[in-house]
């Protein structure tokens, strides 16, 4: 009888921790985010100048595509711009951060990411746009993980 609620009080102090430990997560993911839409409030202003057209995917995408959106823009900012140094290095980093791309994995399923438009497919917007739908993005995930 000892061990059977020895068990028990087992099983619920390990869903206590793993539930702790979710909310931890959740909100680390949020503060990265955070940080992110900061560095990308930096750099927008610099790189807005530019004349090149980037693959931009759309503003209202679907919740499986999020994560492949966000490698379109680390894509684009990679080849487009020199991440190499100083605040585009600080943005480009951070969205690659295991953090930033949880926080905008939102897909239960792990096979849907093939209905997701590949990156080359996308219609191709200055920087401005680009920016502004990378900015979108970010606070779409912060406000879905505020929610949750």
């Keep these: 009888m000892k061990l059977v609620v020895f068990c028990l009080f087992a099983v619920y102090c390990c869903s206590l921790?793993?539930?702790a430990t979710r909310e931890t997560d959740r909100?680390?993911?949020r503060k990265k985010l955070q940080e992110v839409l900061?560095?990308?409030n930096a750099v927008k202003v610099s790189l807005q100048q530019s004349e090149?057209?980037?693959y931009t995917p759309?503003?209202?995408?679907?919740?499986?595509?999020?994560?492949?959106?966000?490698?379109c823009?680390?894509?684009?900012?990679?080849?487009?711009?020199n991440v190499k140094e100083g605040r585009?290095?600080?943005?480009?980093?951070?969205?690659?951060?295991?953090?930033?791309?949880?926080?905008?994995?939102?897909?239960?399923?792990?096979?849907?990411?093939?209905?997701c438009q590949e990156c080359v497919s996308h219609p191709r917007q200055n920087a401005t746009e680009f920016y502004n739908?990378?900015?979108?993005?970010?606070?779409?995930?912060?406000?879905?993980?505020?929610?949750?």
């Design 17 to 19: 921790a793993s539930t």
């Design 27 to 29: 909100t680390l993911q």
């Design 38 to 40: 900061k560095q990308l």
């Design 52 to 54: 090149k057209l980037l």
């Design 58 to 71: 759309p503003r209202n995408i679907e919740d499986c595509c999020c994560l492949s959106a966000l490698k």
């Design 73 to 81: 823009f680390q894509a684009n900012l990679e080849v487009s711009f």
């Design 88 to 115: 585009q290095r600080q943005l480009f980093r951070s969205l690659k951060h295991p953090l930033t791309e949880r926080g905008l994995n939102f897909c239960s399923s792990p096979n849907v990411n093939s209905t």
């Design 133 to 148: 739908r990378l900015e979108s993005l970010i606070q779409m995930a912060i406000s879905r993980l505020t929610m949750i």
